[in-house]
DNA sequence: TAGGATGAGTGACATAGGTCACATTCTGCG
DNA sequence: CGCAGAATGTGACCTATGTCACTCATCCTA
C-alpha cells in the first residue's frame, strides 16, 4: 500500500477528512528511511520531529548509566513515537529511539503539527484522540507493572503483539519487561 | 477563590478564550462535592464523567482480588481524574476513586466534552494538551518504576509533592510506589 | 571459510522486598 | 472520656529476581 493510504486509512479510523483536507494533512509529512540499528534520536539531541512508522520496527528506550536498557516502546507500523517530553517541552532528549530493522516512516515536526492543528480542526481531533489512546494505554502497562509478576507480564505481552516473539530479540523483550535476560529465559523454558 | 476562577486560571496555562467563551466553556462544568470516605467511581460502573478537584484529594486505584490496592494517582486541586479508559471505551469501570479528605470538584460529562469540544476549537486544543502531559508524566512514572528502587522513587515522590507526606496515611503511599507498607516504613526510617 | 560479534541457556549465589505475626501508637466518635 | 479501629513499627523468615561467570550456537563479514 503506498503511503498516504496507510496514513489515511490511520486517520479515518478517528476522525473525518474530505480529500482535499487530507491532502492539507499529508502536505506536512515528510518520508524517511532508516537502516537497522541506525539511532533517530539520540539522548542530548534535540527533538524537533515526531515518526509515524509505514513498515519495519522501532524501539524507544532509556539507558541507566550506560549500562540498563529500559524499552519503553517497541513501534510497529501505524503507531508513532517520539521522546515526547522532550518534543513537547522542547528540552534535550533522555531517550533514544533507533531501528530494529530497516524502517519507513512519515515524519512531521512539532511546529508543524502545531500549525496543522490550528489550522484544522479534526487534525486537533486526532490527536487529541491518539494521545488520549496512548495515555490510557500507558496507565495500563504502569498497572501491570504494580500488578504483575515478570511472567504474567510476559505472557500478556506475547497475547498482545504475538508477532514480537519472532521479530525481536529476547534481551529485548527482557528489557521492555523490565527484567533481566537470564530471568525471561528462566521464565519460558520453565512454563513449557 | 472563587470555582469559576480555578478553572480559569488553569485553562488560561494552555488555550486562550474570550470572557464568552470562558463562560460557554464553564457552562458545561456541574459543582459537586463529596465527603471523605466516599467513592465517586466504583468498579463496574459506568463511567460518564471526569473529574476537576478544586479541594482535598482523591485517589485513584486498582484492587486486586479485594487484596492489594495500587494507586495510580492521587489528584490534588486543579488536577483531572476518572477511569479514562472506561470513560473513552465506555466500559465498565476497573479502578476506583475515591476520597481521601473532603472534596470539591467540578464534573463534566463525556459526551458534553465532545460537545465543547467540537464547538470551541481551543477547547479541543486545551484537552488535547492536558492529555499529552498526562501521557508523559505516565511514561515518566513508568520508567521511574523500571529504573528506580522502592527507596528512590519514594525520595522522587516527596520531592515531587511534599504536601502527601502529612496529608496522606503511608499505607496509601506505599501503595502509590508498588512497595508494602512494612517495606516503605523501614525505607523511611533508615535514611534518616 | 574462519573468527568475532551477538544472542541465548544455566548454575551458584546475593539481595530487595514480600509476608506474617505481633506490639504500639494515634484518632475519631459514641 | 474512653475505646474500637486505623495506622504504624519491627522482627523473622521466605521468595522472586538480579548478578556473575561460563558455555554454546548462530550469523555476519573480512
Redesign the interface.
Known sequence: MEDKEILRQHIAKTASLTEEEFEHFFSYFKPESFKKGEIIINEGDNVEKEYFVLSGCLKAF?M?DNI?M?I?QFTMPTWWTSD??AL??KTKATIIIDCISDTEVLSITNEAREKL??EL?QA??F??WR??????A??????S???NDAKTRYEELLALYPALYNMVPKHLIAAYL?VSRETLSRLYNSSK
Chains 1, 2 share one sequence.
Open positions: 532509556f541507566n540498563k529500559h519503553l515526547y517530553a513537547y517541552n492543528c490550528s480542526h486537533e481531533y490527536f487529541r494521545t488520549n489512546k496512548g495515555y490510557v500507558a496507565q495500563k502497562r504502569l498497572l507493572f504494580m500488578n523490565g
